[in-house]
């Protein structure tokens, strides 16, 4: 174990567990066939282990006094809330949703990921990475994460990013021969689990290493750009294939507003550069599976059919009501509401085991009928407006700020792709704060230092952008702060972010 109290071989193990998450990511390992022999992935397991172990040896080792405090007090914070959290879902009175069950295991073991980006800031802050090393990093996991994606792209052989299986197409279909594949078939996302998780990676990396570009032209930066750029428009999402053009220009907008309050000089190099890449990029994107004209055909050709043929018969309603018959047949009251569900373009699963149309009728009779068209369309309208009517029936004084448990949703394939929204269902408003909000409080705090003390650090802001952004885009894309793929990175880049201010604060006035 000796291994672990040299600072220099600490130092080297966080890089290489850095650099290989993308490698741990892959979909494989998360799979119902792994996930049954572990009970949980391995992926998680590796991670926690690893943070577990490091963080330990460092806070019994070299960690000041200060820092144990309040370490300690925020520890037994969480425990404290974890405890009653746990203690009051238990007890919650909803034993008549069979499938919104609640299990301590998947709720601590929640917690416990949710915790483990701290850890790697803990990391971080205690083992000086150099900027150089900080900067390897990232572009490490940016080449590696965007390499995966465009290689298995043009072979033919990655993952689709909506739907199962692999594409049917790569990059020079979008140019040539588009109209033989549907734009569900030529969107893909690598080996990786999930297309949204990697969306919010992209965003997260890409501000600061265009800020080093900015800083420092360099051939190689200039490469790992471009290839990340063209892999988050093979990705599709609406987050990722806009997502690389405006961290583009942002970052230039930002560059430029430094330039004219604190002198800054100007790199030419990189400018042009990053012209370059979004002029290629804007042209790939004319051609592009985004994830917005995915939407569009997909519900233009199945659901609105089906929700017009359901319009239909609503509209034979209203017009008898005009002339009303005791002997209708057409009437409201006495329709099947089990078999209108039917004949919605929506996921089977919803109305046969999530919310099961013989025991909650009232909910699918306004669901058709009340519900305007346009707020039925997606999964997440629909799982929103169920989670919505079991709140407004069992809702308690305290589920606010408790929430009804992460482990309730996702038992009742409930777990919203939209983050924060989601949260205050899942863990409430005390643990959303305990869990989330040091990303942004830390953020803010820092902004503030370098702005009244005239301290203002390209790198630093960079940071604070890459942080907020992709805490941003979580409410918007969802399913990212939960993921460790992207909240390890939000963590390391936050312990260097806190570290660097520090120094700051430590330099002597000019």
Not at 318 to 328: A, F, M, R, V
């Amino acid at each position: 174990m000796n291994i672990l109290k040299d600072e220099k071989k600490q130092k080297i193990l966080l890089f290489i567990f850095l650099i290989i998450q993308p490698i741990l990511d892959c979909y494989i390992l998360y799979t119902d066939k792994i996930i049954s022999i572990f009970k949980f992935s391995p992926t998680t397991i590796i991670r926690l282990v690893f943070i577990f172990i490091m963080c330990l040896f460092i806070f019994l080792g070299k960690t000041s006094k200060k820092n144990k405090i309040i370490i300690t007090i925020y520890m037994i914070i969480v425990a404290i809330y974890s405890g009653i959290h746990i203690i009051y879902d238990l007890n919650l009175p909803i034993s008549n949703y069979k499938v919104f069950s609640f299990n301590i295991i998947s709720e601590v073991f929640y917690i416990i990921r949710m915790l483990l980006p701290f850890g790697v800031a803990f990391l971080a802050y205690s083992i000086k990475f150099s900027k150089k090393e900080f900067m390897h990093v990232i572009y490490g996991v940016l080449l590696l994460t965007s390499s995966i994606i465009v290689i298995s792209n043009i072979f033919s052989i990655s993952l689709a990013s909506y739907g199962n299986g692999i594409i049917k197409g790569n990059i020079f279909n979008w140019f040539f021969n588009k109209n033989n594949y549907g734009v569900l078939d030529l969107a893909s996302k690598g080996w990786f689990n999930s297309a949204n998780q990697i969306s919010g990676l992209f965003m997260l990396l890409l501000p600061i290493a265009i800020y080093s570009l900015l800083e420092e032209f360099n051939k190689y930066k200039v490469f790992a750009i471009l290839i990340t750029c063209i892999a988050m428009i093979m990705l599709g999402t609406r987050v990722a294939s806009s997502g690389f053009a405006l961290n583009i220009i942002f970052m230039l907008i930002v560059e430029f507003i430094l330039v004219l309050i604190w002198k800054k000089n100007i790199n030419l190099k990189s400018y042009i550069s990053l012209g370059i890449i979004l002029i290629i990029g804007g042209v790939i994107l004319t051609k592009a599976p985004v994830v917005s004209q995915i939407l569009g055909d997909y519900y233009n050709k199945n659901d609105i059919e089906s929700y017009d043929e359901i319009n239909n018969i609503v509209n034979q309603f209203d017009d008898d009501t005009e002339n009303p018959n005791e002997d209708n047949k057409n009437d409201k009251d006495n329709i099947s509401i089990a078999y209108l569900v039917t004949k919605l373009s929506i996921n089977r699963i919803y109305y046969t085991k999530v919310y099961p149309v013989q025991e909650h009728e009232d909910f699918w009779r306004e669901f058709i009928f009340e519900i305007p068209t346009e707020k039925k369309f997606g999964q997440r309208n629909i799982e929103l407006l169920i989670i919505k009517d079991i709140d407004k029936k069992q809702h308690q004084k305290l589920t606010p700020i408790l929430g009804y448990g992460y482990s309730r949703f996702t038992n009742a394939y409930l777990y919203l792709e939209q983050d924060f929204y989601v949260h205050y269902y899942t863990i409430g408003l005390v643990g959303t704060i305990l869990l989330l909000s040091p990303y942004i409080i830390i953020s803010l705090i820092c902004s503030l230092y370098m702005l009244l003390k005239k301290k203002v650090d390209f790198l630093g802001v960079a940071m604070v952008i890459s942080l907020t952004e992709v805490v941003a885009i979580s409410y918007i894309s969802g399913h990212i702060v939960d993921e460790l793929i992207v909240t390890l990175y939000m963590g390391f880049i936050l312990g260097y972010l806190i570290k660097r201010t520090e120094m700051k604060k430590n330099e002597t006035e000019d």
